[in-house]
């Protein structure tokens, strides 16, 4: 069972918004900065966003995240076929190091 | 271009032991904390362990505590993970990160470790 908690299946139509969320408590979300991934199948993790709302170059501005107490939310807007993946969520922990959810998979429709 | 380039890994027995490794090239290794992260199969991320720059301070997820080391050799940028007293539930793909996370924002390709008899 994972320290962040997420939704393991989202969905959505092509061109469609999503929202994939991730709850923690106050020793990981809520001190502390999230970082988004996306993994497709049998590759590694791609960082997405990270401090929480901040994209790498690259990153489409379809990709969004945000925080707000112990939750954090990342968005994608106008979704692709190609953004079929898994989604993780990620934080420091004051008591554990590093923690991740579970993991989202996304179906895009 | 920074790449991590990962070697080892392989099938081993229960109680077994294994060396993971992680080549880094195009950027200044000595300035990074170095990470490993594990997927078991079919399953979600999981942080193992991080190293310092020089060294000097380590961290380990509990359940690896006391059978996994960790090393690191600057002139040769390159950065270990020793996996002994392997148990089945290790089994994963095992990935190098650069950094000391949770922000990586580049990754080795992964190296599967399986534990089975």
């Known amino acids: 069972q994972s320290v962040l908690t997420q939704a393991p299946s989202a969905s959505a139509t092509p061109g469609q918004r999503v929202t994939i969320s991730c709850s923690g408590s106050?020793?990981?979300?809520?001190?502390?900065?999230v970082t988004w991934y996306q993994q497709l199948p049998g590759t590694a993790p791609k960082l997405l966003i990270y401090?929480?709302?901040l994209r790498p170059s690259g990153v489409p501005d379809r990709f969004s995240g945000s925080k707000s107490g112990t939750a954090a939310s990342l968005a994608i807007s106008g979704l692709q076929s190609e953004d079929e993946a898994v989604y993780y969520c990620?934080?420091?922990?004051?008591?554990?190091?590093?923690?991740f959810g579970g993991g989202t998979k996304l179906t895009v429709l | 271009e920074v790449q991590l380039v990962q070697s080892g890994g392989g099938l081993v027995q229960p109680g077994g032991s294994l060396r993971l490794s992680c080549a880094a090239s195009?950027?200044?290794?000595?300035?990074?904390?170095m990470s490993w992260v594990r997927q078991p199969p079919g399953k979600g991320l999981e942080w193992v362990a991080n190293?310092?720059?020089?060294?000097?301070?380590?961290y380990f997820l509990d359940s690896v505590k006391g059978r996994f080391t960790l090393s690191r050799d600057n002139a040769r940028n390159s950065f270990y993970l020793q996996v002994n007293s392997l148990r089945v539930e290790d089994t994963a793909v095992y990935y190098c990160?650069?950094?000391?996370?949770?922000?990586?924002?580049?990754w080795g390709q992964g190296s599967l470790v399986t534990v089975s008899s």
């Open positions: 990160a650069r950094g000391r996370g949770p922000t990586y924002f580049h």
């Open positions: 195009g950027f200044t290794f000595n300035t990074y904390w």
């Open positions: 190293i310092k720059q020089d060294g000097s301070e380590q």
């Open positions: 106050s020793s990981n979300i809520g001190s502390n900065s």
């Open positions: 401090s929480s709302n």
């Open positions: 990620a934080a420091w922990d004051d008591t554990l190091n590093i923690v």
